[in-house]
């Protein structure tokens, strides 16, 4: 069964720093990653996904995460932070015949101080 | 292009009652799935529909049960609420590449 891991729950960072989320995962294959922002009282949005090919991949809003299937982690990360990016950060995990099921990470709540 | 819609945003219920969760989806996906979602356990999956006319149980069903009505539309029901069914319900969508939308969600309280 796939699982996934984020080991920080609530990670806090100042306006401008650089930042970095981190994922485990586990899965028997090349997985499909993704990554999912959740604003106070709002549904989820992706802020990006790998599915194959180049291990470093870019979403919206300037993040990025790198796939590293030697360390079964997909890290999403930021060069500067700003306070809109305070949020929660769900990764998630899907492959196979799961019919697109993804499995979520317990999250971590970022904090932004100004 | 509303994307993924539910109703109600908002619900408390007493413990025995009954509801159904409404999910309707504009995007023509064929996919579509219930979670819940609590504080420190990230989102678990209910129910899921991989295609219409069909439905099967995620990691948490017990307590629910579902309609997929047509291609747009999946509803969720609780036939006799409980207090530990208290939480945050989304509905989400799917096209092939496992790449979900999600709706608003809908915040369910159970006295």
């Known amino acids: 069964a796939q699982s996934v891991t984020q080991p920080d729950i609530h990670i806090t960072v100042s306006e401008g720093a650089s930042l970095e989320l981190r994922c485990n995962y586990s899965?028997?294959?090349?997985?499909?990653l993704f990554w999912y922002v959740q604003s106070p009282g709002q549904g989820l949005q992706l802020l990006l996904k790998y599915f194959s090919g180049d291990t470093l991949v870019q979403g919206i809003k300037g993040f990025e995460a790198e796939f590293k299937r030697s360390q079964s982690s997909f890290n999403l990360r930021k060069p500067s932070v700003h306070w809109s990016d305070a949020a929660e950060y769900f990764c998630?995990?899907?492959?196979?015949?799961?019919?697109?099921?993804?499995?979520f990470g317990q999250g971590t709540i970022l904090t932004v101080h100004p | 292009n509303a994307g993924v819609t539910q109703t109600p945003k908002f619900q408390v219920l007493k413990t025995g009652q009954s509801m159904t969760l409404q999910c309707a989806q504009d995007?023509?996906?064929?996919?579509m799935y219930w979670y819940r979602q609590d504080p420190g356990m990230g989102l678990r999956l209910i129910y899921y529909s991989a295609s219409e006319g069909t439905t099967d149980k995620g990691e948490v069903p017990n307590g629910y049960n579902v309609s997929r009505l047509n291609k747009r539309e999946f509803s969720l029901r609780l036939e006799s609420a409980a207090p530990s069914q208290t939480s945050v319900y989304f509905c989400a969508s799917t096209e092939g590449a496992y790449e979900q939308y999600f709706g608003p969600g809908t915040r369910l309280t159970v006295t």
């Open positions: 899965y028997g294959a090349t997985p499909y």
């Open positions: 998630a995990v899907a492959g196979g015949t799961s019919y697109g099921k993804l499995t």
């Open positions: 995007m023509n996906h064929n996919s």
